[in-house]
């Protein structure tokens, strides 16, 4: 597994909507343990493909938060929301894109997606909470949007202008 750079907003690849995955190969089942390690090691609870610089319809999540508790990884190819809860949730995002930035983003309290896994079967599966949550987060990423897009222009400018700050920071070190 390697390490892989996490692209930083405002980039223009992390716009852009990803492409299907035709199948599962070899190199799909590297990028997920790739990112799977990358997720990890940031740390976050998702990383979609396209944050990693890989236009594809894949992204990997672990919402586990208890740290007794074993890894509970999840790998989605080709994923889609089959159903939305009519209930809403506000919990306050953060991206690994937009590094120490955070807002109240209010979406259905529960999804219901279906993918294609590792294994090559179509997974369907119900999550609440932080997981729908992240599931909707990631979905987002695929589809070239991100969650300051839910916010006013406003703050979306400023963290926009914090993030090309940040940006010629990394650059100049």
């Known amino acids: ?8 907003h405002p980039d223009p690849r992390l716009k852009k909507p990803c492409e299907p995955v035709a199948r599962i190969t070899p190199e799909i089942e590297t990028l997920a343990a790739d990112m799977l390690a990358t997720m990890y090691d940031a740390p976050g609870v998702g990383l979609a493909a396209p944050q990693v610089g890989v236009l594809s319809r894949l992204y990997v999540m672990d919402c586990e938060k208890d740290p007794e508790a074993p890894r509970n990884p999840i ?6 929301i089959t159903w939305r809860s ?3 949730n506000t919990y306050e995002e953060g991206c690994l894109s937009i590094p120490e930035q955070y807002a109240d983003v209010t979406r259905p309290a529960g999804v219901k997606v279906r993918w294609l896994g590792l294994d090559g079967k179509t997974h369907e599966r119900d999550f609440e909470g932080l997981w729908a949550t992240c599931a909707q987060h990631e979905i987002d990423h695929l589809d070239g949007k991100l969650f300051i897009d839910y916010l ?5 400018q ?11 920071e990394r650059a100049r070190a």
Do not use: D, H, Q
Not at 1 to 8: A, E, V
Not at 160 to 168: A, E, P, Q
């Open 158 to 168: 400023m963290i926009t202008r914090k993030m090309v700050k940040l940006k010629r």
């Open 1 to 8: 597994m390697t390490l892989r750079s996490i692209i930083l």
């Open 75 to 80: 790998v989605m190819v080709n994923p889609e």
């Open 152 to 156: 006013g222009p406003i703050k979306r």
């Open 86 to 88: 009519e209930a809403l």
